[in-house]
């Protein structure tokens, strides 16, 4: 089976809004509701589980009902931080499913709306060949590395900007998540790759993007349009 974890367990503390990102407005609909959309509508997909913070679980039904929101994902509870809440995610589905040698985890940012099912596709059978990828893109921009008074030129050919879904053989992801949380862990990946295992890099998509300011709102209302 295919599984995707959503993170909606952060609190957008950059939107400059009470309300987390990934229950604002996007085109009458909330963020996490037209992620979970994109995956549910994917053949490739099997089960969502939807990871949300226990105190949003109200916010979460009133949303539902407003909506009229009734596909069938499952939820779970985040905790204190992202490694926590993925955790959270991968033990919903060990306990409810169980996890085999045939099975995928997908875990994706709630707050990247505009994922396309190609590029869903493309994750999964990405790990079908590597056993662990990310989506990320090649930076366009001239890069530095260090602070504002010591740095130095980074060839941007080497610069790879990491998108998610990230997709993970199940045992692997079950394996690594039993490892202590380091604050090195910026992604899944990093998790997966502190137990020596190589990750692999499959081309995303430029519209595939996370919305962390205000301004992303516009860009990512422009892009629905185009998909």
Known sequence: MNFVIIVAAGTGSRMNSDLPKQFLCLNELP???????????????????????????????????????????????????????????????????????????????????????????KAFEGAYDHQAIVLGKKSIESVRMGDVSFNSAVARNHIWLIQTPQVFHGELLLKSYQQVEDPLFTDDASVVEKMGNSIAIIEGDAKNIKITYPQDLQIAQLYLNLI
């Open 31 to 121: 963020i996490v509701m037209h992620t979970i959309n994109r995956f549910c509508q994917s053949k490739i997909v099997s089960e969502v589980i939807l990871v949300i913070s226990k105190v949003m679980e109200g916010l979460w039904n009133e949303l539902c009902s407003e909506h009229n929101f009734t596909l069938p994902i499952h939820l779970t509870y985040g905790g204190r931080t992202r490694f926590e809440s993925v955790k959270n995610g991968i033990n919903y589905i060990e306990e409810n499913f169980k996890i085999g040698s045939e099975d995928y985890i997908a875990v994706h940012d709630a707050a990247r709306p505009i994922i396309t099912e190609d590029l869903i596709n």
